[in-house]
Structure formats: C-alpha cells, structure tokens
C-alpha cells in the first residue's frame, strides 16, 4: 500500500489518521492504518494541525467548548479582570474536578481583587478564524482529500481512485508540502450559533450539538467541492483546483442553503 499523499510505501505505517483532529473532538471519523503514512500524519500534525489550533479563534473556541487536547487538556485563556484596578488572569478549565481555576501571577494584587465585593472579569471572544488564512486552507485541503476517502472506503473500487488520480495531485501537493498554488481560496460563512443545539428522531431522543459534519458537493459545472462545518462555521474547497466561484454560484441559485442542512434534523427551542 501506498500513503494518499507521499505516494511511498505505507505497509509498515503504524497510525491511523484522524481526519479531523482530537483537539477538534473528534474520535471516530479516522483512515486505517497505511492510507496516510505515519512521516505524514506526524508531519500534518506538527506543521498545520498544531499551528491551527494555537490560532486565537481556534484556541478561544475549543476553551468555550471545554473540548479537550489528546492529553485531556481544555486551553488556557487569558482574562482580564476588573475589580477596581486591571490585573491579567489564566482561566484553566479542570474537567475531571468540575471547575474553573483563575490563576493570577500577583499574588497581593488577586488577594485585593477577591476580597472586592465588585468587579468584572473580561475573556476575549474570537468569532472567526483569521482572514486569508493559507493554515487553514491547508488545513481544509487535507480534510478534503481525506474526508473524500473516508465516504468511499465501503465503495468498491474508489479507493484506488483518490489514491491515484491525477486530479487530486494538485491539492495533495499544496496540503502536504504548501506548493502549488501560494493560496488555495475556500469559501467561509457561519451557518448556526456555537450554542445551537439539535434533534432528530433517528440519531437521539435528546438534543445534541453538532461539532463538525461534512459532505461532497458536485456543482453542474462538474466541479467537486467538500463542505464542512466545525462549530457551526462552513468551510468549502474545491477538490479539483484553486477557486470558489462555481459553489458560490449554486449557493445563489439555491438560496444561500446548505448542503448539510438535513430536513429531518431541527433546530431546538430549548
């Protein structure tokens, strides 16, 4: 067996590759071992994957979620508190105990601060990723071809498919080594709140939120885009080349709905 991106030999390949990552919440939508070699996966790991999640927007999202790293840890975020003079504070989230732990450097100047009876603490809140930002175009070209891989690997015949085309080199080559292209545009918009929170009769009895969800949209012009949303944020690229004119059009034509809005799945009013 050869790795989707390298091409080398991955028969002695040892690690399965997250699509999206852990610190993204993410556990189940994986590649088995030897579809991405583990030179690969530790270089996507290390070089986008690492640098996206220290990103303000990322590392301020994943603290609002409480979604934890693979060693269980939620990020630390800065605050600013208030009561009556400005001090700087580490807000650390401890999962296992249940509790939020402020850490203050000063140790007189937080002593004042709690025995104020009045005061407010201020954290920063990103609600978008940064603009232009090649990261996570690269990020989304991985996700892309692999998440492209991950909905054929029941369909005879297709995963030699994404394997060898040709047409997929492309965007391969600039997720792997950034070449190509200097930039690969994807198309970013909101879709629902962080808090939104969902039902369906088929999947539970209660509400649930939705971290991340993905599907493959072919446009009449042919072109294959993949379209995820994490956090309720929807990102798509086009798998066959750099631009988004052609999902920006079916977008019009089909007003501004998206691909992954399921009939059946409702919004709560809870």
Known sequence: MNCLFCKQNSDNSKSVEHIIPESLGNKDQVLPKGLVCDSCNQYFANKVEKPLLEQPYFRNVRHRARIESKKGRVPIENAFIISPELAKADIIIDRKEDKTIIVMEDEEKARRIFSSPKGSMIIPAFDKPEDNNKILSRFLAKVAVEGLLHWLLKEDGWIDEVMTNSGLDEIKKYARYGQGVEF???????IYSEETRFNHPLISIQDYEVLHEFKILPTKESHYYFVIAIMGIEYAISLGGPGTDSYEQWLKEN???????DPNEKKSSR
């Open 184 to 190: 690969w545009p994807y198309h970013q918009r909101r």
């Open 255 to 261: 007003n501004y709905a998206s691909i992954l809005d």
